[in-house]
T-cell receptor, first 115, second 116 residues
Framework: AQSVTQLDSQVPVFEEAPVELRCNYSSSVSVYLFWYVQYPNQGLQLLLKYLSGSTLVESINGFEAEFNKSQTSFHLRKPSVHISDTAEYFCAVSPGGTSYGKLTFGQGTILTVHP | DTGVSQNPRHKITKRGQNVTFRCDPISEHNRLYWYRQTLGQGPEFLTYFQNEAQLEKSRLLSDRFSAERPKGSFSTLEIQRTEQGDSAMYLC??????????????FGAGTRLSVL
């Protein structure tokens, strides 16, 4: 079984400041890792994923996350945030390899970007 | 590719009534998942199908809940004798096992259920 802990329920930041949203996971098997974003009144959108290969993965809108197997973490970072990044962010894990299936989500982190 | 479609978007019902939700996955996706999201929480897995076969069910899925995917395309989730605790957003997602980028699940906008 897998579990995910998002260490901050809310993160307020000012526009153009850097931000880190923390995610730790627990699993007895290899995993795939994901970050999803949910804007107000919208569905979940995939932000980025780690399946294999390079441990640093990037999204098209400037976010990046690094898979750290020894620390069982997959923190999300952005060097300079915009007002439009205000949303709720969910870290998720699934079994990797041929056992992949359901996603286990963290509780979510609400990122609020202030002008 | 029109994305994952869920209907209805909102459902208000009285306690004890039955409700049914529909999910239409992305057309070439053979896996379909149901999740439930309550306020302030992340989505919780309910069940998933590969084609028409239901491969896994969560313990959260009580006997009042039933899901079907009869032809391996759309799916329905029925809740019988609804309770106030069933009030939540019900999310559907789909993915494909036939492409390299496996288990990338695409979500619909959800059906918000309110039980009065």
């Amino acid at each position: 079984a897998q579990s995910v802990t998002q260490l901050d329920s809310q993160v307020p930041v000012f526009e153009e400041a850097p931000v880190e949203l923390r995610c730790n996971y627990s699993s007895s098997v290899s995993v795939y890792l994901f970050w999803y974003v949910q804007y107000p009144n919208q569905g979940l959108q995939l932000l980025l994923k780690y399946l294999s290969g390079s441990t640093l993965v990037e999204s098209i809108n400037g976010f990046e996350a690094e898979f750290n197997k020894s620390q069982t973490s997959f923190h999300l970072r952005k060097p300079s945030v915009h007002i439009s990044d205000t949303a709720e962010y969910f870290c998720a894990v699934s079994p990797g390899g041929t056992s992949y299936g359901k996603l286990t989500f963290g509780q979510g982190t609400i990122l609020t970007v202030h002008p | 590719d029109t994305g994952v479609s869920q209907n209805p978007r909102h459902k208000i019902t009285k306690r004890g009534q039955n409700v049914t939700f529909r999910c239409d996955p992305i057309s070439e996706h053979n896996r379909l998942y149901w999740y439930r999201q309550t306020l302030g929480q992340g989505p919780e897995f309910l069940t998933y199908f590969q084609n028409e076969a239901q491969l896994e069910k969560s313990r959260l899925l009580s006997d009042r809940f039933s899901a079907e995917r009869p032809k391996g395309s759309f799916s329905t989730l029925e809740i019988q004798r609804t309770e106030q605790g069933d009030s939540a957003m019900y999310l559907c997602a789909s993915s494909s096992t036939y492409i390299l980028a496996k288990n990338i699940q695409y979500f619909g906008a959800g059906t918000r259920l309110s039980v009065l």
